[in-house]
């Protein structure tokens, strides 16, 4: 039988004890800490912890063990949250015309390398549903109706509701999204932008790019918020290019980029590697779990 391992995440005003008082509250409830990353924000006074639990050995269920630990956390002014490895996140990819960042993410899920279950893919458009086919997932097309953008997103969001999305990636989902919906996922939206953010926002940033003599073409995967493209970085890279460089070979080097960058967004926030504190995301490597 696989055992079940806890995750939480916490942050707080940094103060003495903090570790001792949060292990040896797992240690007395019978789990072994698996790993135990930390970071303090000197500048700001503020701890963050993100701890990885086996729960063999206790008996506590999952509202004993939250109703524990919200005793410990009150009166240390904690944020945080639970998460269990028997439960594993519904996810909704959107699309419109670009395929790469789609089949990259596909190929990854089918190969065992999301932790995840991509419910669905849904798109503006038809044209990527052979993909959808391809890999046995639910295509769902919701077309934008002209001058009434919300009842598409009304119905945008009773799909996504009705089959309880954990995560959405807007895997070049080519609509701005509206401040109602954003803010009816917060922390839920994973965007991939074509840039370093944040230059060369908008329409062809590959001519853009070639026209200014780039030395740099890169790609960043962050939280969608009401300001657009400038929600919390969750992963960037970047890649050096010559004046050889055409627009063409510009577009080609940022989809590779591109597809690593959400990749590396997508699983951070699956294996809750992720604390968001104000516009930064603080985000924790993999401990080889």
């Not at 993100?50 to 630990?69: P, Y």
């Not at 279950?117 to 052979?130: A, F, Y």
């Not at 969608?224 to 510009?250: F, M, N, R, W, Y």
Request: charged share 20%; glycine share 4%.
């Amino acid at each position: 039988m696989k055992s079940q391992i806890v995750t939480f995440l916490i942050q707080c005003p940094d103060q003495k004890g903090l570790v001792a008082k949060i292990t040896n509250f797992f240690f007395e409830k019978g789990f072994n800490i698996l790993s135990c990353q930390q970071y303090v924000n000197s500048i700001e006074n503020t701890y963050f912890m993100r701890i990885r639990l086996n729960a063999d050995g206790t008996i506590l269920s999952k509202k004993e063990l939250e109703s524990s630990f919200l005793e410990l956390s009150t009166p240390l002014h904690f944020k945080w949250s639970v998460h269990y490895s028997d439960k594993k996140q519904q996810v909704a990819i959107l699309v419109s015309h670009t395929s790469h960042n789609l089949y990259d993410l596909l190929e990854r899920y089918k190969e065992g390398n999301l932790n995840c279950t991509v419910k669905m893919i849904i798109s503006n458009h038809e044209k990527l549903k052979p993909i959808a086919d391809m890999f046995q997932v639910p295509f769902y097309y919701i077309p934008v109706i002209a001058n009434d953008k919300s009842k598409q997103e009304k119905q945008l969001m009773e799909l996504l509701d009705s089959h309880q999305i954990d995560l959405i990636i807007l895997a070049r989902y080519m609509q701005i999204l509206s401040a109602d919906f954003i803010n009816a996922y917060p922390e839920k939206i994973i965007n991939i932008h074509h840039s370093f953010l944040p230059a060369f926002q908008g329409a062809n940033p590959y001519l853009r790019a070639y026209e200014r003599g780039v030395k740099l073409i890169g790609a960043t995967a962050h939280y969608a918020t009401e300001d657009l493209d400038e929600g919390p970085i969750i992963e960037q890279d970047v890649k050096p290019v010559t004046h050889e460089s055409t627009p063409t070979t510009l577009k080609k080097i940022g989809a590779d980029i591109e597809k690593l960058v959400l990749a590396r967004a997508v699983n951070n926030h699956l294996n809750h590697q992720i604390i968001v504190s104000g516009n930064r995301a603080i985000v924790f490597p993999e401990t080889g779990e």
